[in-house]
Structures are given as structure tokens and as C-alpha cells.
């Protein structure tokens, strides 16, 4: 892909960060304010939780198209000659096997195997690469990247105050973006990315996405995120656009069946753990932190299979949340994860973590305890809603 233009006008900086512990705010935070947004501390950032009706936001996305602000996510840049064989070591993925222009979901371990966040990585050039953290774990990815790279040849650098970040994400985002870029988004794969301009504004324009829906992410300097946002508004206009809150984020990833670290990741759980072995690969060459913890963890869950992140839909009304316990028979075989409901289906849904023996779909006598009630669950596959192609 070559070093894009953004890149070369982002250099890193070392964020700001309030020895008060005042909250941080995003490029746009005025203007979130100026659209009556309901703001929210968000893993220390003061984010736009709705701008009116959440449901009204998540819906919008399903059928046309929403605007966030995800400013919030940790922006970091490795570089280097040795850069991919430091990732390699560091992550559980495998790195160095992606190719300039693409990206990768993938995870960061404990030597003990336990998760410390899920990352996108993504391969701007040949020995530059971006990963991003979660908002709530960035400072601790950093330090990890840090201490990892030790005897690569290779730089870790903090960008996180050198990027905002802003995503159009439904069914309406591709022709809402094409009017304002002559990149080729035809062209542009999932789990990819592309430097161009977006309404004059150089950007890295990414397609991965939170929400099930087709969509972009793009990545800009701070100040060009206000100027930005007032475009895509503005092209958005006819087709429905409307700015969405972290609120309707969780409903929408929740009903795709996307895990959230601090929900469905933490560091007790591994990877086999979470149902998501498969981003650990064991074949690629060298060591890798967590690589004999994880080996185990493969063999366990090969003979004793653990738990199963599974979906819940109520046959009532009564919403589960995260802790509830997920019983049958009188016993708990679970726990909830992710509770809310869903303006797509209609029905509370849930993630929740149950014993193998419970997981299959259609399982009868499942139910969620709701402080002291057993309400029936319907068990289902994973996720609750897929887009159609």
C-alpha cells in the first residue's frame, strides 16, 4: 500500500492525559453537544451515549445508515524492520502473513493465556503497522507492545492523540461515502483498508465494522474530524443518515453476535475459552507470548469442553443483564454476558456463557434468573441477526 498520506501527516504524540482525572473528550465533542447528545463516561472518555431515540439510531443503521464518533479507540503504530516478527511474538495471530492493505482480527495474551484485549491489526506498508485497542484497554496493549519489544528491532509509538475516528456503518454507507470519495470502495475488501481523501480530508478508509452491517471506518487527524462529520451529514442528508450513540452500538453488536472485552473477553477466559481458538495460531514460526498456556488451554477444551457463549431470546419481556444467572433444572449452568433489548427481533436477547450440555440450540428448560424469577430462554445459534449479502 505504501505509506499513506495520513500517516506521514500524524505524527505520534504522547496523549494528554488530566493528572485530575477529568475526562478525556474526542475532536468532536462540541459538536455532540451542539446536537443535544446525551453524553456518557466511556472507559474515561466523555462519549455520546444517544442523540434521541436509541432505538430509533439502531434502526437507522439496520435500514440506511448511522455516523459515530469512536474516537475513543487506541490508536497504535508499530514500525520497523523487525515490526512483524514483533507482533508475531506478541499476538496470538499471525501477523507477519498479512498482506499491505489488509487487516486482522486477532488477540493479545497473558502468559498465562488469559485475554488482554481483541485488536485489529492492520498492515499500512511493509514494515508499518496500526493496531487498535479497545478504549478501556489501550494503556494496557501499549505497555504490553512495550515491554514485548524489547530485542526487535522495531518502534512502538503512542498514537492515540494522532487519530479521530469516525464510522458510517448500514446498508445506505456505501453510497453515502462514494459521493464523497474517489477511492475504490468497490474494491475494498472486509477487514481492509485504503489511503484516499474523504470531501478533501486525507483518511485511512477502512471496511470491519461493529455493527453486522456493511460499513467504513475512517481514520483522519483531529482536526479535520468536525469538517468531516458535517459532510457525511451532509451527504447523508437523502439517504437517511442520523448520528448514533454508543448505546445503540451495543444493541446492534449484540444482536451480530460481536464479543465486548469486559462482557464476552476478559483475562479468565482464553481464547478456546471464548469460543474463538481459531485466531490462535500455533503454526506460524518462533514463540509467541502465551503460546504454552494456550496449548493447554486447546487440549482441555478438546477433552473437557468448556462452557459455550451461546444466544438467548425471551419468551418474555423481562431483560437479562450481565451476572445473571442461566439455570435449568434447578441449577445454574451459566451466566448471562450481554443482555438488552433487541429493536430488530422485538425480544430481550442475551449472550451468556452455559455448561456444553445446555449449549446446543433449541435446548429445553433453559431459563435466566431474574432477581429470583426463572424466566424461559429460547437457547439459539450465533448470531441472533445476520445481514442479507
Given at each position: 500500500m505504501g505509506r499513506t498520506a495520513l500517516a506521514r501527516h500524524c505524527p505520534g504524540r504522547r496523549p494528554t492525559v488530566s493528572s485530575t482525572?477529568?475526562?478525556?473528550?474526542?475532536?468532536?465533542?462540541?459538536?455532540?453537544?451542539?446536537?443535544?447528545?446525551?453524553?456518557?463516561?466511556?472507559?474515561?472518555?466523555?462519549?455520546?451515549?444517544?442523540?434521541?431515540?436509541?432505538?430509533?439510531?439502531?434502526?437507522?443503521?439496520?435500514?440506511?445508515?448511522?455516523?459515530?464518533d469512536l474516537s475513543h479507540m487506541g490508536e497504535i503504530t508499530v514500525t520497523g524492520p523487525q515490526a512483524a516478527a514483533l507482533l508475531d511474538f506478541a499476538l496470538v495471530g499471525n501477523i507477519g502473513g498479512v498482506k499491505p492493505g489488509r487487516a486482522r482480527y486477532t488477540m493479545i495474551c497473558r502468559a498465562d493465556g488469559g485475554i488482554l484485549d481483541d485488536l485489529i491489526v492492520y498492515r499500512l506498508a511493509e514494515t508499518e503497522y496500526m493496531v487498535v485497542a479497545n478504549a478501556s484497554n489501550a494503556q494496557v496493549v501499549l505497555d504490553a507492545l512495550v515491554e514485548r519489544s524489547a530485542g526487535f528491532d522495531a518502534e512502538v509509538r503512542d498514537d492515540r492523540d494522532a487519530y479521530?475516528?469516525?464510522?458510517?456503518?448500514?446498508?445506505?454507507?456505501?453510497?453515502?461515502?462514494?459521493?464523497?470519495?474517489?477511492?475504490?470502495?468497490?474494491?475494498?475488501?472486509?477487514?481492509?483498508?485504503l489511503p484516499g481523501t474523504v470531501a478533501g480530508v486525507p483518511a485511512?478508509?477502512?471496511?470491519?465494522?461493529?455493527?453486522?452491517?456493511?460499513?467504513?471506518?475512517?481514520?483522519?487527524?483531529?482536526?479535520?474530524?468536525?469538517?468531516?462529520?458535517?459532510?457525511?451529514?451532509?451527504?447523508?442528508?437523502?439517504?437517511?443518515?442520523?448520528?448514533?450513540?454508543?448505546?445503540c452500538r451495543d444493541t446492534l453488536r449484540l444482536e451480530a453476535g460481536m464479543p465486548l472485552y469486559g462482557h464476552e473477553l476478559s483475562t479468565s477466559l482464553t481464547?478456546?475459552?471464548?469460543?474463538?481458538?481459531?485466531?490462535?495460531?500455533?503454526?506460524?514460526e518462533g514463540d509467541f507470548v502465551g503460546r504454552e498456556a494456550l496449548r493447554e488451554a486447546a487440549a482441555r477444551a478438546e477433552q473437557n469442553p468448556p462452557r459455550v457463549l451461546v444466544g438467548l431470546v425471551a419468551e418474555g419481556r423481562r431483560v437479562p443483564r450481565a451476572g445473571y444467572a442461566v439455570v435449568a433444572g434447578g441449577e445454574v449452568i451459566g451466566e448471562v454476558t450481554s443482555g438488552a433489548?433487541?429493536?430488530?427481533?422485538?425480544?430481550p436477547l442475551a449472550m451468556a456463557y452455559v455448561d456444553a450440555a445446555h449449549a446446543a440450540p433449541g435446548t429445553p428448560g433453559v431459563g435466566v434468573d431474574i432477581r429470583g424469577s426463572h424466566e424461559p430462554y429460547e437457547v439459539v445459534a450465533l448470531p441472533f441477526y445476520k445481514r442479507q449479502k
Open positions: 482525572g477529568e475526562l478525556r473528550h474526542t475532536a468532536l465533542d462540541a459538536l455532540h453537544r451542539s446536537l443535544g447528545a446525551t453524553m456518557t463516561d466511556f472507559a474515561g472518555w466523555d462519549m455520546p451515549l444517544r442523540y434521541g431515540s436509541e432505538r430509533d439510531e439502531h434502526n437507522a443503521v439496520r435500514t440506511k445508515a448511522g455516523l459515530f479521530a475516528l469516525l464510522a458510517v456503518q448500514g446498508p445506505e454507507s456505501p453510497g453515502i461515502l462514494k459521493s464523497l470519495t474517489d477511492a475504490d470502495l468497490d474494491g475494498l475488501k472486509y477487514y481492509a483498508g485511512l478508509i477502512a471496511r470491519t465494522g461493529y455493527t453486522g452491517e456493511d460499513g467504513f471506518e475512517l481514520f483522519v487527524k483531529p482536526e479535520h474530524a468536525v469538517e468531516l462529520w458535517q459532510a457525511l451529514t451532509k451527504a447523508g442528508e437523502g439517504a437517511g443518515l442520523v448520528p448514533c450513540g454508543l448505546s481464547p478456546f475459552d471464548a469460543g474463538l481458538g481459531r485466531v490462535v495460531k500455533f503454526e506460524k433489548p433487541s429493536p430488530t427481533l422485538g425480544k
